[in-house]
């Protein structure tokens, strides 16, 4: 059981860079003017699996933690991280839908999307490393 979640969402944050690649590729068109196809379905399609895969698997670290250990919140940075990361995902995921929904051209939330994303990927690597501490730590111990 304890092994799940750090294995699923260390998968799952592959798969981010992923989405964030193909993102990018719509940022090199839109605003440096680069000829580069964006593919747009499997950008929303594999976008939305990510930040669901991210919110269960952060549900998934809390049952984890609870069972194990009768608490949560435990691992304060690892924790807390996780606290960053759910209205970032919230974000994107709410933004990434409304501009599915509503095609037209746009600078600024396009942008916006793509700075809280970033910062999302960033959280997500922070994550990967204070989670690795609990592994060496917790499981491994
Ligand atoms: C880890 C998750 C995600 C990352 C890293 C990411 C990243 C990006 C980036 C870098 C762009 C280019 C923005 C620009 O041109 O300035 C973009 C555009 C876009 N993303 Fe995402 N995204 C993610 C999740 C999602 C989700 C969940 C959806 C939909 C449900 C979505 C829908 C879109 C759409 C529709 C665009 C094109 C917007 C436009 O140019 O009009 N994205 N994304
Ligand atoms: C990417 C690599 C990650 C690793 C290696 C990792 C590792 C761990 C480990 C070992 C635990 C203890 C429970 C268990 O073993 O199941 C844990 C708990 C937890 N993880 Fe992760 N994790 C990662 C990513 C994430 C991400 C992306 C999130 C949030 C979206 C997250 C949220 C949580 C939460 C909320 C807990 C419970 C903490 C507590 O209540 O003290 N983790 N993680």
Do not use: C
């Not at 919140?73 to 509503?102: K, W």
């Amino acid at each position: 059981m304890l092994w799940i979640h750090p294995v699923f969402q260390a998968l799952v944050t592959i798969g981010a860079f992923y989405v964030f690649y193909l993102g990018l590729q719509r940022f090199r068109s839109a605003h440096l003017g680069h000829r580069v196809p964006f593919d747009w379905k499997s950008h929303v399609f594999y976008g939305r699996l990510v930040i669901i895969g991210w919110l269960l698997g952060l549900v998934m670290g809390k049952i984890a933690v609870n069972q194990e250990l009768g608490t949560m919140g435990i691992f304060a940075d690892h924790n807390q991280g996780a606290m960053v990361m759910t209205p970032l995902m919230l974000i994107a995921y709410v933004s990434g839908t409304y501009m599915d929904r509503h095609k037209k051209k746009r600078k600024g939330l396009p942008l916006v999307h793509a700075g809280n994303n970033v910062l999302l990927l960033g959280v997500a690597l922070y994550q990967m490393y204070t989670g690795w501490i609990v592994v060496t730590n917790f499981l491994l111990n």
